[in-house]
């Protein structure tokens, strides 16, 4: 499956992002979802994930009570709602997907991944 992420760009301290990544050719029906960061010199950082029933959630601290994920109904979009944003989140946000499970949160359980978007936080 491909993925394909949007939403990212420059914004203020205290602002907010919606990330969307959809899925081409197919609904993300089966597959749980996440979203990872990265910045240079480090490694992939998970930020959130979601079962594949939207019934299960999970988000990393860094990001808790700011960040929240969701996935449409129809089953092609997954979304990453960034509030309060903080020059520390400043990274390449990307999606990923894993077939028929439930909740993942390692990087390493995924299967598929997006491009990435890149999230500028300026001070």
């Known amino acids: 499956v491909q993925l394909q992420a949007s939403g990212g760009g420059l914004v203020q301290a205290g602002g907010s992002l919606r990330l969307s990544c959809a899925a081409s050719g197919r609904t993300f029906s089966s597959y749980a979802l996440g979203w990872f960061r990265q910045t240079p010199g480090k490694e992939r950082e998970t930020v959130a994930s979601?079962?594949?029933?939207?019934?299960?959630?999970y988000i990393a601290a860094s990001v808790k009570g700011r960040f929240t994920i969701s996935r449409d109904n129809a089953g092609t979009t997954v979304y990453l709602q960034m509030n309060s944003l903080k020059p520390e989140d400043t990274a390449v946000y990307y999606c990923?997907?894993?077939?028929?499970?439930?909740?993942?949160?390692?990087?390493?359980?995924?299967?598929?991944w997006g491009q990435g978007t890149l999230v500028t936080v300026s001070s």
């Open positions: 979601i079962s594949r029933d939207g019934r299960s959630t």
């Open positions: 990923a997907a894993v077939e028929r499970a439930r909740l993942r949160v390692e990087a390493s359980d995924y299967e598929y």
